[in-house]
């Protein structure tokens, strides 16, 4: 009869969704996780996301994964509901307890990017600023091979076909943790019906204007219908690409050693030496490195093209949604938008730093370096951006020299120059970033003092100011 006799070793499914999530949770987390960590979790409210905060937190809470959980929020506010959707999410984490953080962006209407690429990329300028170990999103196996799907339509190569990876590091912020990629999307919803959980409806889900829904809605189901499995196959096909994916990386990472300036950027002349394919690798090996999406075919023919004709004096920009890649004297920057510096003076009153242009402005205490302290005393000290005509004596066996000059010589970029901290105190500069003290200012030997120093965000690795700026020991 049904409803009666032994089930044999077969679960409910209820029971069985719950025992496949909790694994894909711990397999993925457990290795990765050190004591004390924190997840966070993007909760959209949506059955995706709310399914996966709750796993992780009923896990927590029964000891399964020793770690802290959150959840942060993006209010786009393109859809008329979507303070509704913020006020459920903040109901849902304050019934489990879970601090929940609401970012509210502005999404531009009429981007280059288009609406939803507006939106992408502003939600993870949010996920970038997360305070967690890990940034867990609710992508799932439906979601790979729709973008897998997408990709090959729109012309992707290996990397792109590789679809979603379920690990990947951000330019800035925690990592991103996708850790139910290998979970269909049934089993999402059978979990959430188990648990009794409720959720939200987006209705431009239903909107077939977009890609992926047209996808989601009218390809995929007839897929599945003459190629049963077909989204395994997609989501495994995408596991095929990425293996190639790490292949090409490996070979990436052999080319830019093999082409790198001193400095570790790359030197262009070697990099026109490249068989194309070759430099077209590496070009999207290193924009992925800084943090970019991939660029399309069109834009890294137009870069190679460029770079071709480049000069030791040349000074190539090419811009994209994510940033920029010039260059200046025969070496190649990949950039992050810059930061421009404030717009007024920062008075500076003894703080340990100062925000400055994206990166931090710094003041450690230092004997014999840096500006001494006597030079501090009654004077009024401001940060500034450069004007133009400012003077500089870094060596007191040399004259005062004009800033531009010396910055020239040092070989720093111009739009780094732009953005450059400047120390005044008493009306006269006394530091510049990434060239020094003015002679007048700096400490003798033993002498105690403080020493600026500039981290920047736009060189691919942190910079500092690493001029001694102290005088020489007499007899030296």
Known sequence: MAGTGKQGSREPPEAEATARIDAALKGFFLPRLRPGDRVGVGLSGGLDSVTLLHALWRLSRAGGLPVGV??????????????????????????????????????????????????????????????????????????????????????????????????RAQASGPPLARPLLGIARAVLLRYAQAHGLDWIEDESNDDRRFRRNFLRRDILPRLEREFPGASVSLARAAGHFAEAAALLDELAAQDRSAVSAASGRIAVHAFNRLAPARARNLLRYACGQAGFRAPDAGWIGEALKQLATAGAASEIRLTTADGELRVYRGELYVLPPHAPPPAEPLPWTGQDALPWAGGQLRFAEHVGQGIRRG??????????????????????????????????????????????????????????????CDAAFACAPGEAGILPSWGSEDRGQKTEDSNICGREAPGN
């Open 70 to 167: 959150s959840a942060v929020h993006v209010h786009h506010g393109i859809s008329p509901r979507a303070d509704g959707w913020a006020d459920f999410c903040r109901d849902f984490c304050r019934r489990l307890d879970v601090p929940l953080t609401v970012a509210r962006v502005e999404v531009p209407r009429h981007s280059r990017e288009g609406l939803e690429g507006a939106a992408r990329r502003l939600r993870h300028g949010v996920f970038a600023a997360v305070d967690a170990d890990w940034l867990a999103l609710a992508h799932h196996r439906d979601d790979q091979a729709e973008t897998v799907l997408l990709k090959l339509l729109r012309g992707a190569g290996v990397s792109g076909a590789a679809g979603m990876p379920a690990a």
């Open 375 to 436: 030079a501090l005393a009654g004077g009024l000290a401001w940060v500034k951006a450069r004007q133009g005509g400012e003077r500089l004596q870094p060596d007191a066996r040399r004259p005062r020299r004009g800033l531009r000059k010396l910055l020239q010589e040092n070989a720093v970029p111009p739009w780094e120059r732009e953005r450059l901290p400047l120390l005044w105190i008493g009306g006269r500069l006394a530091w510049a970033g990434l060239i020094g």
